[in-house]
């Protein structure tokens, strides 16, 4: 009977089942993959060698890692291999400054729930001298566009962490530090709403001030201020920008530079001009030469239209005219001489604005007229009767 053998192996075999068993063997199996890949085979002996081999650096490298530990730092979010490298990084400035903010921010969290606990014991006695029961029907479901927006505090900066006393010393730090002064000072009525508007688009919306109308934002408030200050965005789009008068219209008035300003009433008086648009009716000329475009073109116009604001504080233009002038003397000290010092600037605004606001006027009340005619079905009109 003629010997079988394994031409992978280069072996001979006395019998079939020997030869079964050794192509299920890890020799064989092994041979074939460096058959595969264009290598030599290998003996059983050499075979035995590797598989020693591998088989003790597996037992060590399993034994290295259970006998590693590592060691991590919750202010930096970090993990370190060794006690030795977890004390260098103890001791560097970086981990220092993000302790030190910790600390502040930590010492702000407990005022503030000293603040929330007084406050709830002074309001415990009045809620408690009240007997009325509540209804379900008493109780009100808030809307979405009443909820509470996070905003950063008016005596607070609105691109570092800094806590000033007061409305005049955090502008003066803006001012001085981060270069950040309030355009056309001379004509906002409402310095504080201002000042909590653009708290509220940075903190809540995420918003740059100055790159604002791309439509980018950002993860979290801390990284929209470090955008502004390392691009030098401490500042607002305001000059030349049509949004603008859009945007910041609740928080100026121009008609102190108004043209006629001392005949106010007769200007109201005067027709607007509904047919000012173009031939396609998607864009609108104001007086000063800019336009407008419709809001359907907005990817091509780059047009960010936002809703009406409510004003977010009342205004006591007393009060808001003492700030103001606190505000210019401090800004003055700094060398500012007015944002609109030769007056052309604030009179195109001033006109543009008023344009707008009549022209808006004469089309609400135009689509209020048409609005009452078409929904009320029984209307029948009692003009031309005797």
């Not at 981990?95 to 600390?103: D, E, P």
């Amino acid at each position: 009977m003629d010997k079988l053998s394994c031409l992978t192996c280069q072996i001979s075999l006395p019998s079939t089942t020997h030869q079964r068993e050794h192509y299920k063997s890890e020799w064989h199996l092994y041979n074939l993959k460096r058959k595969l890949n264009q290598l030599k085979s290998i003996t059983e002996d050499e075979f035995n060698q590797i598989k020693i081999k591998h088989t003790m650096d597996v037992g060590q490298g399993q034994k290295e890692n259970s006998n590693e530990s590592t060691f991590y730092c919750d202010v930096c979010g970090k993990n370190f291999v060794n006690q030795k490298a977890f004390k260098q990084h103890n001791a560097s400035n970086k981990h220092v400054r993000q302790m030190a903010i910790a600390a502040r921010l930590l010492n702000r969290y407990n005022h503030n729930q000293q603040k929330t606990k007084s406050r709830d014991k002074e309001q415990q006695p009045e809620e408690e001298n009240k007997d009325e029961e509540f209804n379900e029907s008493d109780w009100e479901e808030m809307d979405s566009d009443e909820e509470i927006l996070e905003t950063i505090p008016i005596d607070e900066c609105l691109f570092c962490s800094h806590h000033s006393t007061d409305i005049e010393s955090n502008l003066t730090h803006m001012a001085t530090i981060h270069s950040f002064f309030i355009p056309d000072l001379e004509y906002c009525i409402d310095v504080k709403g201002l000042l909590l508007y653009l708290g509220t688009k940075i903190a809540h919306g995420h918003c740059c001030l100055w790159c604002s109308d791309n439509g980018k934002t950002f993860s979290s408030t801390k990284s929209t201020q470090q955008h502004m200050i390392d691009v030098g965005h401490t500042k607002i789009i305001f000059h030349n920008r049509t949004e603008s008068l859009l945007e910041f219209e609740d928080f100026y008035d121009y008609s102190s530079s108004y043209p006629n300003d001392s005949k106010p009433k007769e200007e109201d008086d005067d027709e607007v001009d509904l047919n000012v648009l173009d031939d396609d009716n998607y864009q609108l000329r104001l007086p000063s030469g800019a336009i407008i475009g419709h809001r359907s073109l907005m990817i091509y116009y780059k047009q960010k239209l936002p809703p009406q604001q409510k004003q977010l504080v009342p205004v006591d233009r007393s009060k808001n005219r003492e700030l103001m002038n606190k505000i210019q003397r401090g800004y003055r000290m700094l060398g500012w001489n007015g944002s609109c010092a030769n007056g052309s600037t604030g009179q195109q605004f001033a006109r543009d604005i008023q344009y707008m606001n009549r022209l808006k006027y004469k089309m609400e009340l135009r689509l209020g007229q048409k609005s009452n005619q078409t929904k009320q079905t029984h209307f029948r009109c009692q003009m031309g009767f005797k």
